[in-house]
């Protein structure tokens, strides 16, 4: 069975500090996805990571994979109160070929972005 | 573009009820997937829908089903209600996994259980 854990869950940073939030997953995948949620609101994607060492960025985030160590990092930086959310990791179980898009997701990391 | 599209937003039944909820997946997509989000986790896959048949399923109990229509639009039952019914039912859609990265989420149903 597929595990993702997302850490730290619950984030409290300064704006214009710098900060990762760390998705390990237990089994090979070949798309890792970022998305971002506001209270009470659907879910946002920020980012598909496709193969080992893909690295996206938009704006002040940036995702990166490492698939050979299962890991996936968003790093913020300078961050602003904007950027406050939960941020979700989710890996996609399907396997090559096969159908689309079983996604299994992190617990979610709160972050809050303090003045 | 209208975007992955669900109703009712809200809704409220007692235990032992039963509940539909409905998704229009975005324009171009004909796979629709649903999941459960209770409150503070993460979503959680309940099934996927394509080609008006139950493709994938996730580790929920036979009372979730649900149905794809020739229209590609989905429905979510839930029989029996449980108090841990509770939660933020979301609605996915997606076209040729090979051809189109991203998953798209509707804005969700939230399932009050009384």
């Known amino acids: 069975e597929l595990k993702v854990e997302q850490n730290p869950l619950f984030l409290s940073m300064q704006e214009g500090k710098n900060y990762t939030i760390y998705c390990n997953y237990s089994?090979?995948?070949?798309?890792l996805y970022w998305y971002r949620q506001d209270p009470g609101k659907s879910l946002e994607s920020l980012f598909v990571l496709l193969s080992n060492g893909a690295v996206k960025q938009e704006g002040r985030l940036m995702a990166s994979l490492d698939t050979k160590a299962r890991l996936s990092t968003l790093h913020i930086t300078a961050a602003v109160h904007d950027l406050s959310a939960t941020y979700f990791c989710a890996v996609d179980s399907t396997l090559s070929g096969g159908s689309n898009y079983k996604l299994t997701f992190g617990k979610g990391t709160l972050l809050t972005v303090n003045p | 573009d209208a975007g992955v599209t669900q109703s009712p937003t809200h809704l409220i039944k007692t235990r032992g009820q039963q509940v539909t909820l409905r998704c229009s997946p975005k324009s171009g997509h004909d796979t629709v997937s649903w999941y459960q989000q209770a409150l503070g986790q993460g979503p959680q896959f309940i099934f996927q829908?394509?080609?008006?048949?139950?493709?994938q399923r996730g580790n929920f109990p036979d009372r979730f089903s649900g149905h794809q229509f020739p229209n590609y639009s989905s429905e979510l039952n839930v029989n029996a209600l449980l108090l841990g019914d509770s939660a933020l039912y979301l609605c996915?859609?997606?076209?040729?996994?090979?051809?189109?990265?991203?998953?798209?989420f509707g804005s969700g149903t939230q399932l009050s259980v009384l």
């Open positions: 089994t090979t995948s070949d798309r």
């Open positions: 996915a859609s997606s076209g040729n996994r090979d051809f189109d990265e991203k998953l798209f």
């Open positions: 829908y394509y080609e008006e048949e139950e493709r």
